[in-house]
């Protein structure tokens, strides 16, 4: 049996075991029983647009545009958060859309809204008491990935949407601002800097916060910045005409920050310009000259964290099959193997991108389907077979006895069609004299080949030699 033989049994083994072991895992985790099925996801989006029309404003405010674009992003939450339940709170489908619904409000101006590093949020019936901090909480967010509530609290905040105060918001503000810190994605344009500007500017605010002559931000803002970001997030969302009033200057840098405009209702809330400069934006300021223009809405995901899987489609699509063309061919391992390799790398491959690109939302069937093949088996099995033939694991010999020589074409070659050796059945190429020699039957002998297997332990030929029975041997 061949070495990659073997190895796909091996991985087929250890995916059997880690499957039993995370089933295990389920039953004795608690979390594991709030994680949404992926195929209840489009009949809680479903459920979403009438909970949503009922009891959420911002949604209301929004054209039917405007809510195809909401709810094609609350597809792709609920497809890749997971929402627990704590201290024995059953998660609901209002749990699970509320919350889920918050967090595509705060980054619906955003190209990149997934905050892929938040991937569990964590919902308490009421206050939590937090052992490391030693004290009790309403909501906590941590940049290892876990955003927590209290479901009380989280729904206060929605219940009366005008008093400036929203957990879900104010939490997920944190979870924004650290997304952008740490740049965890690749970030729309300029949002890094425009966070920034927004942070060098915040101690003379605060500082008006604590003496009162700011009295429009409670004065929790006043703590610290990344408090004071997320109180302004909350003001922008429930106040905004009086935020815009009473602090311009500072209701524009959450405008640019969001790259929304929650006064402009009949925009969908989009912001006029967002990709200009921060010094562009000083010379109209003082020239008096202002661009607007209005960001285009798209019902489709629009997300550039995944916008290399075209350019990888379309390198796919022109570069591997003609590489596997002239690859396959000469590989020595016989088809059984390559294609155990192949299914391999298509598994892997559904593991890694299965719940990120298509149960997401993000890819239709077809199109994930044509990024399987095309913009990962391809480029893979390339890049696999070029790492196995370099990374040679374990060599060996093998002997070919009495092969047969020919002339084709003014080349002389020494040539099998029969033989188990793709070289062999390519033909050895050889000079005028030895062809002669050996065709004339003068010597005896036959071929020995250095064979290795490589890092995937698919067959490689390493060289060849003449071996004549007088003991002397010719390399090839």
Same mark, same amino acid.
């Given at each position: 049996m061949e070495p990659g033989i073997f190895m796909f049994v091996l991985f087929v083994v250890g995916l059997i075991i880690s499957a039993v072991?995370?089933?295990?895992?389920?039953?004795?985790?608690?979390?594991?029983?709030?994680?949404?099925?992926?195929?209840? #996801?489009?009949?809680? %989006?479903g459920l979403a647009k009438r909970f949503l029309e009922q009891n959420f404003d911002y949604f209301q405010k929004l054209s039917e545009a405007g809510k195809a674009k909401f709810l094609a992003r609350m597809r792709v939450v609920l497809a890749s958060k997971r929402i627990v339940g704590q201290d024995g709170l059953v998660i609901t489908r209002e749990m699970q859309i509320l919350t889920c619904a918050a967090f595509v409000q705060v980054t619906f101006g955003l190209q990149n809204f997934r905050l892929p590093r938040f991937k569990t949020i964590g919902i308490y019936p009421d206050v939590y008491h937090d052992r490391r901090l030693k004290r009790d909480l309403k909501g906590s967010t941590q940049p290892v990935g876990l955003i927590r509530f209290s479901w009380k609290h989280l729904k206060y905040g929605y219940l009366i949407p005008d008093d400036s105060i929203n957990l879900a918001l104010h939490e997920l503000a944190h979870a924004l601002k650290i997304t952008i810190e740490k740049e965890d994605i690749q970030l729309d344009d300029s949002v890094s800097q425009e966070l920034y500007e927004f942070v060098e500017d915040s101690a003379p605010i605060r500082s008006a916060i604590l003496s009162g002559k700011i009295d429009a931000i409670r004065n929790y803002a006043a703590v610290n910045e990344d408090e004071l970001f997320a109180c302004c997030v909350e003001y922008f969302f429930e106040n905004p005409a009086d935020f815009k009033e009473k602090l311009p200057r500072v209701y524009d840098k959450i405008c640019r920050i969001l790259r929304q405009d929650t006064l402009n209702v009949e925009g969908d809330f989009a912001y006029a310009n967002t990709s200009e400069t921060s010094a562009y934006r000083r010379m109209s300021s003082v020239s008096g000259y202002q661009k607007v223009a209005r960001a285009p809405l798209n019902t489709k995901i629009d997300d550039k964290a995944y916008s290399w899987t075209s350019t990888l489609m379309l390198l796919g699509i022109l570069l591997g099959p003609l590489s596997l063309? #002239?690859?396959?061919?000469?590989?020595?391992?016989?088809?059984?193997?390559?294609?155990?390799?192949?299914?391999?790398?298509? %598994?892997v491959g559904i593991m890694i &991108?299965?719940?990120?690109? &298509?149960?997401?939302?993000?890819?239709?069937?077809?199109? &994930?389907?044509?990024?399987?093949?095309?913009?990962?088996?391809?480029?893979?099995? %390339?890049?696999g077979l070029l790492l196995n033939s370099v990374v040679p694991l374990y060599s060996y010999t093998e002997v070919e006895h009495h092969p047969n020589v020919i002339s084709a074409n003014g080349t002389y070659l020494i040539k099998r069609s029969a033989s188990k050796f793709a070289v062999m059945r390519n033909g050895l190429p050889i000079n005028n004299h030895l062809y002669n020699a050996l065709k004339n039957g003068k010597v005896a002998y036959s071929i020995r080949f250095e064979m290795y297997y490589g890092l995937f332990g698919l067959k490689e030929f390493k060289s060849a030699e003449i071996v004549f029975d007088s003991g002397q041997t010719l390399a090839l």
């Open positions: 072991w995370n089933q295990q895992q389920e039953q004795q985790d608690e979390y594991k029983k709030a994680e949404l099925k992926l195929q209840a #996801i489009e009949k809680r %989006v063309i #002239i690859m396959l061919p000469n590989s020595e391992s016989d088809g059984a193997s390559i294609l155990l390799f192949m299914l391999t790398l298509l %598994v &991108f299965w719940r990120r690109l &298509f149960a997401s939302g993000y890819m239709s069937s077809f199109v &994930f389907v044509a990024f399987m093949t095309f913009g990962w088996l391809f480029p893979a099995l %390339v890049s």
